[in-house]
């Protein structure tokens, strides 16, 4: 690896950040009715995307462009409050690309590939050396300057950030094998049967949807791409498995990026979605020592969030006593009279007397009436749970009426709430 700074710096203000943020999210199911997945309300305060844009800041990529397609209403305004710091007079900028049927009149975005390719006008003008394409719905922290500078010191014209997952899991993900030089020698796409990795019987090498390329090579490769008409224009399914079957495309470890607060601690990276992972991801932050540091002053995570007052815990009778347990409680929420264990509210939530929560995920503007019992859910934005309601107790009931996955967890939206009365 390079170990100049200095280089490394100058390799990440000579980089554009292009981050894909347009996929439909279908597994995290009536979550993504309204919203697009990196959208997704995520750790008391955050959205999902803003975990990748924060690395990139963090890493010195000040030029970023957000491409969107779906239900994007709610992303883009969130970029637009909260990332409007970037100075365009030092050149850094946030660009936000919607789909615009740029080639002609009949052409949204394709693909992933295809996303990056109509809008090659645009980044020629911002005259980047190096692309960092990545994915805008993934948690983690990861300092992208390491990886720029293991693909200039392989001279690679693809790198490819890779991680090792449990093999049950792989079928997920596009699953890589490389030799002894980190070079990819094959590549599959979410395989119903993903080979192990060499030595390790129950463990695969995965992408994790981040790459680097050189500036001019990722031009010449879009274009040939562009003009395959047997291509779904995806990174994945198409451009990636090209080049490793041309022996063009290296791997890069994340434990030589990942930003830790630690030397023991995980590597850590999650795809949140489905709403198993999504609860599971929220809940570990609750925990003494969550496997995500989110309070690392050294690697800050940048959001929008509107002032709200102070979180308030009102009521201490013995039977009717405001509190939270092993939780976290974000800006202009009231526990009043209730308890709160292992749970995450998000701003503007209520909690009111009597009322009992466990491992339970609140998103923005919850109202949770008196003498309720919730666990282990998922409530939507703006969700009123009426008084006396139950839901994690009774799983063939909370399947009839809400949204219950095969691993415990209640999905609850305002919809669902209103079709019960």
Known sequence: MLSDVRIQQRLARQSLGVVLAGGRGTRLKQLTDRRAKPAVFFGGKFRIIDFTLSNCVNSGIRRIAVLTQYKAHSLLRHLQMGWSFLRPEMG?????????????????????????????????????????????????????SFMLADHVEKGADCTVACIEVPLAQASDFGVMAV?????????????GRPPPMVGKSDRALASMGIYVFTAEFLYAELERDHRDPTSSHDF?????????????????SFEESCVKTTFESEAYWRDVGTIDAYWAANIDLVTPTPSLDIYDPNWPIWTYQEQLPPAKFVFDDDDRRG??????????????????RRSLMFSNCRVNSFARTHEAVLLPEVDVGRYA?????????????????????????????????????????????????
Not at 323 to 340: K, L, N, P, Q, Y
């Open 92 to 144: 850094e900028f946030l660009d936000l690309l919607p789909a615009q049927q740029r080639l002609d009149e009949a052409t949204w975005y394709r693909g992933t590939a295809d996303a990056v390719y109509q809008n090659f006008d645009i980044f020629r003008a911002a005259g980047p050396k190096y692309f960092v394409v990545l994915a805008g719905d993934h948690i983690y922290k990861m300092d992208y």
């Open 373 to 421: 019992r919730l666990t282990q859910v998922v409530l939507d934005r703006g969700c009123r749970i009426r008084e006396g309601l139950v839901i994690g107790e009774d799983p063939e009931l909370d399947a009839r009426r809400f949204c219950r996955t095969e691993g415990g967890v209640t999905l609850v939206t305002a919809e669902m709430l209103a079709a019960l009365d």
């Open 179 to 191: 030799d002894q030089s980190m070079r990819i020698v094959d590549f599959l796409e979410k395989p």
């Open 236 to 252: 994945g399914k198409d451009v990636i498995p090209h080049l490793v079957n041309r022996g063009l495309a290296a791997a890069h």
């Open 323 to 340: 509190m939270a347990v092993d939780s976290m409680v974000s800006g202009g929420c009231i526990v009043s009279g209730g308890t709160v």
